[in-house]
Antibody, heavy 120, light 109 residues
Framework: EVQLVESGGGLVKPGGSLRLSCAASGFTFSRYNMNWVRQAPGKGLEWVSSISYSSTYIYYTDSVKGRFTISRDNAKSSLFLQMNSLRAEDTAVYYC?????????????WGQGALVTVSS | SYVLTQPPSVSVAPGRTASITCGGNNIGSIGVHWYQQKPGQAPILVIYYDTDRPSGIPERFSGSKSGNMATLTISRVEARDEADYYCQVWDSTNDHHWVFGGGTKLTVL
């Protein structure tokens, strides 16, 4: 069974930093592209970042470029999101998402999410 | 950037058919994927590549496309289908972004 468990969320002041982690199990992590998708309170889904299975290709939504860094450790089946210079508008539940297949075009499996609150 | 448009809400009586639309420019040429999200839960993939259903998703869920519109159809709607539904595409022209529609709240009357 595919399992994705996020951790590292919490309350942080504007301008601060936070590192999210996602522990994956139940599949061969190194074979799949991974993503972060967020959802602000009461709002819709917003894709944040993608990383290919070998970390060769990395993409970000424009609003987080230069502030967030996605990475992975295939040996430890883990995905990370380093978030710097956090803003109030980054407040959201952050989901770790595995692509359904090898194409990387859509999300097949989602974690339960980690809440990040940016507030003074 | 690419924009997907969904109606904010759709209401349907139990046992009837619900149709949720997703509009986008030239959407006929790209794969459309659909997610169901219930309150306090993570999204679940219900349709991928326009019409395919992941294992475990009831046959009552189906997808289609015509012109600049994709449609998620839920037949014989049940109370447990009440949820938010999101369409999504992969925008190869914009740095490989995933693009989500704004979401549609399905209310079962």
């Amino acid at each position: 069974e595919v399992q994705l468990v996020e951790s590292g969320g919490g309350l942080v002041k504007p301008g601060g930093s936070l590192r999210l982690s996602c522990a994956a199990s139940g599949f061969t992590f190194s074979r799949y592209n991974m993503n972060w998708v967020r959802q602000a309170p009461g709002k819709g889904l917003e894709w944040v970042s993608s990383i290919s299975y070998s970390s060769t290709y990395i993409y970000y939504t424009d609003s987080v470029k230069g502030r967030f860094t996605i990475s992975r450790d295939n040996a430890k089946s883990s995905l990370f999101l380093q978030m710097n210079s956090l803003r109030a508008e980054d407040t959201a539940v952050y989901y770790c998402v595995r692509t359904y297949d090898s194409t990387g075009y859509y999300g097949g499996y989602w974690g339960q999410g980690a809440l990040v609150t940016v507030s003074s | 950037s690419y924009v997907l448009t969904q109606p904010p809400s759709v209401s349907v009586a139990p046992g009837r058919t619900a149709s949720i639309t997703c509009g986008g420019n030239n959407i006929g040429s790209i794969g459309v994927h659909w997610y169901q999200q219930k309150p306090g839960q993570a999204p679940i993939l219900v349709i991928y590549y326009d019409t395919d259903r992941p294992s475990g998703i009831p046959e009552r869920f189906s997808g289609s496309k015509s012109g600049n519109m994709a449609t998620l159809t839920i037949s014989r709607v049940e109370a447990r289908d009440e949820a938010d539904y999101y369409c999504q595409v992969w925008d190869s022209t914009n740095d490989h972004h995933w693009v989500f529609g704004g979401g549609t709240k399905l209310t079962v009357l």
